[in-house]
């Protein structure tokens, strides 16, 4: 119980890696909140599963890139569990395209989710947080590394998140809040399956390039999340971990 009462909020978290995340830390005895933005049913279905097993958890619509949601979401934080201790920034979204095939549209859905959407997530919750600080777990992309075609601005937004992570840990060290990174490899989330990379060339080229010999599972980032989150990483910040099963 390495987060026991201790409250969590966690965007994105109706599914995949977020939701694999929220259950991880209700676990370890933390409050949480499931953020969403469209998939209510998601949200419920997360809380209900970490109530199941004695845990303590609410769902909140929230739409990550509009500061009013997110000062509504944390004020009701506020209201239901007291003040926050962690944030975990999952909330995402991609689409992948060559040169010709990237639109105004295109680029700033996933700048104003990936790259806003953090910002104002993180600028609301350290208003929330602690006298004693806490901890901010940024959820990146091993594609800030990796670099393939098609992700020119997929990957520039996880290479943002990256650097923001290393800024904002030297930004907010003074009040005791530490700010870390997880850029996961493929790993097998509804998101992946719609996208139709399951069974595909480059989902057998990924589990075959990694030494561990297979693509990520959402518990495989989710106990990186609660290490990060908890006090077992007391001396981190400013750390981007590549969690992608060791392929390069």
């Given at each position: 119980?390495?987060l ?5 909020v ?6 995949g890696?977020?939701a694999?995340?929220?259950?991880a830390?209700?676990k ?13 049913a998601?949200?419920d279905?997360?809380v ?20 009013a949601?997110?000062?509504?979401m944390?004020?009701r934080?506020q ?14 979204v ?6 010709d095939?990237i639109?105004?549209r ?13 910002l104002?997530?993180?600028?609301e ?13 940024n959820?990146?992309?091993a594609?800030?590394?990796?670099l393939p075609?098609g992700t020119a ?6 290479a943002?998140?990256?650097?923001i992570?290393?800024?904002l840990s ?6 005791k809040?530490r700010v ?19 069974g ?21 980032i ?21 969690v992608?099963g060791?392929?390069r």
């Amino acid at each position: 119980m390495r987060l026991k009462n201790k409250t969590a909020v966690v965007t994105g978290a109706s599914k995949g890696i977020g939701a694999e995340i929220a259950r991880a830390l209700a676990k370890e005895g933390a409050n949480v909140v499931v953020n969403y933005n469209s998939d209510a049913a998601g949200a419920d279905k997360v809380v209900a599963a970490i109530m199941e097993k004695g845990g303590t958890a609410i769902a909140i619509k929230a739409d990550v890139s509009k500061g009013a949601d997110i000062q509504a979401m944390f004020e009701r934080t506020q209201r239901e569990f007291g003040e926050v201790d962690v944030l975990i920034n999952n909330a995402g979204v991609y689409e992948l395209g060559a040169l010709d095939a990237i639109t105004e549209r295109h680029f700033q859905r996933q700048f104003d989710v990936n790259v806003l959407g953090l910002l104002l997530a993180t600028q609301e919750a350290v208003k929330h947080f602690r006298s004693d600080g806490g901890s901010i777990v940024n959820i990146g992309s091993a594609v800030s590394r990796f670099l393939p075609p098609g992700t020119a601005v997929y990957a520039a937004t996880k290479a943002s998140v990256d650097a923001i992570t290393t800024v904002l840990s030297k930004e907010l060290g003074s009040r005791k809040i530490r700010v870390n990174a997880i850029n996961p490899g493929l790993v097998e989330t509804e998101g992946v399956h719609a996208a139709g990379f399951m069974g595909s060339d480059f989902e057998k080229m990924i589990a075959s390039g990694a030494p561990v010999g297979r693509i990520g599972q959402p518990d495989d980032i989710a106990s990186v999340a609660v290490f990060l989150a908890s006090a077992d990483s007391k001396y981190m910040t400013g750390e981007t971990l590549i969690v992608s099963g060791g392929f390069r």
